[in-house]
């Protein structure tokens, strides 16, 4: 499944800075949350960007989004490198778990 999204006043993902990234995060997760309050957001293990859990999710929650298959996978491919998809990671991305198993 591909996204997209636009944000004013905010680069794209291969032009953007760390403080960029995470405010998109907070906006996001907010956006979220205000649509689906029984919902949860869970940032990749090792992200520091999200209060909650500064840590990202646990390695049990990893796990069980990766038999899942809903967790975000790290790039790997040289254009995605090059381009700046990987810049920072894990920091300010993750899954946010709705209910009914639906996942943004």
């Given at each position: 499944?591909?996204?997209?999204?636009?944000?004013?006043?905010?680069?794209?993902?291969?032009?953007?800075?760390?403080e960029?990234?995470?405010?998109?995060?907070?906006l996001?997760?907010?956006a979220?949350?205000?649509?689906?309050?029984?919902?949860s957001?869970?940032?990749l293990?090792?992200?520091?960007?999200?209060?909650?859990?500064?840590?990202g999710?646990s390695?049990?929650?990893?796990?069980?989004?990766?038999?899942?298959g809903r967790?975000?996978q790290e790039?790997?491919?040289?254009?995605?490198?090059?381009s700046?998809?990987?810049?920072?990671?894990?920091?300010?991305?993750?899954?946010?778990?709705g209910?009914?198993?639906?996942?943004?």
């Amino acid at each position: 499944v591909a996204i997209s999204r636009n944000l004013s006043g905010i680069r794209m993902p291969p032009a953007v800075q760390r403080e960029e990234r995470r405010k998109v995060e907070r906006l996001l997760v907010k956006a979220l949350l205000d649509i689906e309050a029984s919902g949860s957001y869970e940032p990749l293990r090792g992200s520091s960007s999200y209060a909650s859990k500064p840590q990202g999710m646990s390695y049990e929650k990893e796990s069980e989004m990766k038999v899942a298959g809903r967790l975000l996978q790290e790039p790997q491919s040289d254009l995605q490198l090059s381009s700046g998809y990987g810049r920072h990671w894990p920091d300010a991305r993750g899954v946010f778990d709705g209910s009914q198993g639906l996942v943004a």
